[in-house]
């Protein structure tokens, strides 16, 4: 006879569906949080970065609006005046000053030119020392204009509206940005990306400021960097002409470095980099949105397609800088967002040939990248386009403006 206890029916066995069920809640709910801290931090990190920027709209100073310059060229490109102001306040700062406390100057003024359809970026240097007609400034117009002027005065007197007024005068260009960037948080933007790579050729000994740099290719940051572009005297020439050309170096390798995956793919040193920027700048750019927008506009260009030229200039005999007629043709080129002609590109300096990482091409594709066939090896013939003389020539320019050959 069986027993009661046999008769009784089998416990259950529990199915895994509830504990599957509370795994995806799980992840659901962890993924969902996941994505709201992301959010906010997001939006705290770009509320921090608005908050760095220093906006001003200088529109009040420019003057009446028929009389500034008007597009005649594509719509769509755009002018962005780049000034770097140099303090004099504080030990070393008065690099070029006669007076160091004499405020702040300009000594670094590049107008950048992004062409309408985004295929072209120029960054046109302006020699500090161009004798020019400074035209009346100030909201009220209250700094009277003169002629036969340097440069930076325009800078020194009314700050980044004067000089915008005296492009605006004397090359007819319609600016439509502007940035100014303070040299002293410069050297925080080169930190940030972990520094440039420079080649120098000979050891910088300047006993005037106390600025020593060593010879050699390497990535220079902090101190050394800002001494590196604004040192002028015992490296090279001595000329702000060679200063230019090192500085136009020097912006085309940090170019470089941060397009590359160096930066962008390092979350950390992009929002130190990005922290900085906004540290360093005073502009007219409304939030660090609009300025972002203006880097990937860059980033698409391409780096073989942004160049640095100088305006077309010679010396006075008191040496001072006068520019050549062939300038006048280089602003009706950039009012009519024309390409630069291989003549007024055949010393320029390139973004992609700047010393620094390799940063691959914007439009291809991942997969065209991964199968792309190698570039061939150029042979000798095409290589070897320089003659003897103009070899010797191109040393000796980089030797005068203190770059390696």
């Known amino acids: 006879m069986a027993s009661a206890s046999s008769d009784a029916p089998a416990p259950k066995r529990k199915t895994g569906a509830p504990r599957k069920h509370t795994v995806a809640k799980v992840v659901l709910i962890s993924s969902v949080v996941l994505a709201m801290v992301t959010a906010l931090g997001v939006v705290f990190l770009v509320r921090h970065l608005n908050g760095n920027l220093n906006v001003e709209d200088l529109t009040p100073a420019l003057g009446p609006e028929e009389e500034r310059p008007q597009r005649t060229g594509p719509e769509g490109d755009l002018n962005i005046l780049v000034m770097g102001s140099d303090t004099r306040e504080g030990e070393g700062n008065g690099i070029d000053a006669e007076d160091p406390d004499n405020g702040a100057r300009s000594d670094t003024t590049v107008l950048l030119h992004l062409s309408a359809d985004r295929e072209r970026a120029y960054g046109i240097s302006i020699p500090r020392d161009s004798l020019v007609t400074r035209p009346d400034c100030g909201e009220d117009d209250e700094i009277s204009g003169a002629e036969s002027e340097m440069w930076n005065d325009a800078f020194a007197l009314g700050g980044p509206a004067c000089t915008i007024r005296q ?66 005297s015992s490296v090279g020439n001595e000329s702000d002409l060679g200063r230019i050309k090192r500085q136009q170096t020097f912006m085309a390798a940090m170019i470089k470095k941060v397009a590359s995956a160096e930066t962008l793919a390092r979350p950390d040193r992009l929002v130190r980099f990005l922290s900085a920027v906004t540290k360093s700048l005073k502009t007219d750019f409304e939030s660090v949105r609009d300025l972002a927008g203006l880097g990937l506009q860059l980033q698409d260009i391409g780096l073989d397609k942004v160049q640095f030229v100088t305006v077309p200039w010679e010396y006075t005999p008191n040496y001072r800088v006068l520019w050549r007629p062939e300038a006048e043709q280089l602003w009706k080129k950039i009012i009519a967002d024309e390409p630069l002609s291989s003549r007024q590109t055949d010393t320029a300096v390139k973004a992609a040939e700047a010393p620094g990482p390799e940063t691959p091409s914007p439009s291809a594709s991942p997969s065209e990248s991964a199968t792309e066939s190698p570039t061939p090896t150029p042979t000798p013939t095409e290589t070897e386009t320089l003659t003897p003389e103009e070899t010797e020539e191109a040393e000796a320019e980089a030797e005068a403006n203190g770059l390696c050959a």
Do not use: H, Q, S, W
């Not at 220079?220 to 604004?230: F, M, N, T």
């Open 167 to 232: 492009v605006e005068a004397t090359t007819g260009v319609r600016i439509d940005n502007y940035v100014v960037v303070d040299f002293n948080g410069f050297k925080d933007m080169v930190d940030a990306v972990g520094g440039v790579p420079v080649c120098i050729p000979k050891d910088i000994e300047d006993p005037k400021t106390g600025i020593n740099i060593d010879a050699g290719e390497r990535e220079i940051r902090g101190d050394e960097a800002l001494d590196y572009v604004r040192v002028r």
